[in-house]
């Protein structure tokens, strides 16, 4: 449950506009709630972390994931599943016809409000190439579904280096930087180099032989000599998002804080 909805449960109680017993049945399963004999939804996530339950798609079948979205989707004004491939969105939506698709990220997802950012900060997602893109889009949706400005910059790998210089405004005006790279994952290097901003690094198993499926750029981005980088694993384009999203909102913590004393 979102805060927001917490909220105003609690006020209409205090109004008299809904009575404790029907307050009572909606907070029955307020910290978690079983769904068949397969997951437990955490709804308390939002309240602790600020981002709900994402449902992790990948290995589960069509119906459990309809079942979960059904239970999630009166207590969060989003719900999102990762890895859900087209296959599976089009048995997905016969059984829940608003659910949208998110073709290059595989991220299917419930948003009744597509309105402009709501959250303070930009996040400036780059790949070194184009086949990096699917993690890099993961990560530019999830950031978007969480209320974050996104900007992309594609395909500005150290290859042609000139191609990300002559792009430096997009590196200098970000807040948080999101560098995914394959082959030996040199990007997040450079771009450490230029910005003033943390820079998540991300890894992704494109390249050649050596490239052992993303453990050669993992490894990379790990023995950077540049400072302020932080590494997610291998393809992981939503944690590297939720990572850049966590760092804006302490950001906008601390700032109401410092408001605050003074």
């Known amino acids: 449950m979102e805060p927001e909805a917490l909220q105003n449960l609690l006020k209409a109680v205090a109004a008299g506009d809904m009575t404790p017993d029907i307050a009572l049945e909606k907070l029955k399963h307020f910290d978690f709630e079983q ?9 308390h996530r939002s309240l602790r972390t600020g981002f709900p339950e994402v449902i992790w798609g990948q290995g589960k079948t069509p119906e459990q994931i309809v079942e979960i979205i059904q239970v999630m989707r009166p207590r969060n004004s989003v ?27 595989k991220i299917c997802a419930i948003v009744p ?5 709501k959250k303070t900060g930009i996040i400036a997602i780059l790949t070194a190439g184009t086949a990096d893109l699917p993690v890099a889009e993961e990560a530019a949706v999830t950031a978007e579904l969480c209320g974050f400005q996104v900007r992309r ?5 150290v290859a042609g280096i000139h191609r990300l210089l002559s792009q430096r405004h997009v590196i200098y005006e970000a807040d948080v930087l999101i560098a995914v790279a394959g082959m030996e994952g040199a990007l997040p290097s450079v771009v450490a180099g230029l910005a003033h901003c943390p820079v998540i690094a991300v890894p992704t198993s494109v390249g050649y032989g050596a490239n052992f499926g993303g453990l050669a750029p993992l490894l990379t981005m790990l023995n950077s000599c540049a400072a302020g980088i932080g590494v997610v694993n291998i393809d992981n384009g939503f944690g590297a998002a939720i990572l850049a999203c966590q760092i804006l909102r302490t ?12």
């Open 35 to 43: 769904v068949g004999d397969f997951a437990r939804i955490d709804h």
């Open 79 to 105: 719900v999102m599943a990762t890895r859900i491939s087209p296959q599976v969105y089009d048995e997905l939506q016969q059984k829940i016809p608003d659910l949208s698709y998110y073709r290059s990220a």
């Open 113 to 117: 409000d597509l309105a402009t950012p």
């Open 153 to 157: 910059l594609w395909d500005v790998g």
């Open 251 to 262: 950001a906008e913590r601390l700032g109401r804080f410092e408001g605050e004393k003074a």
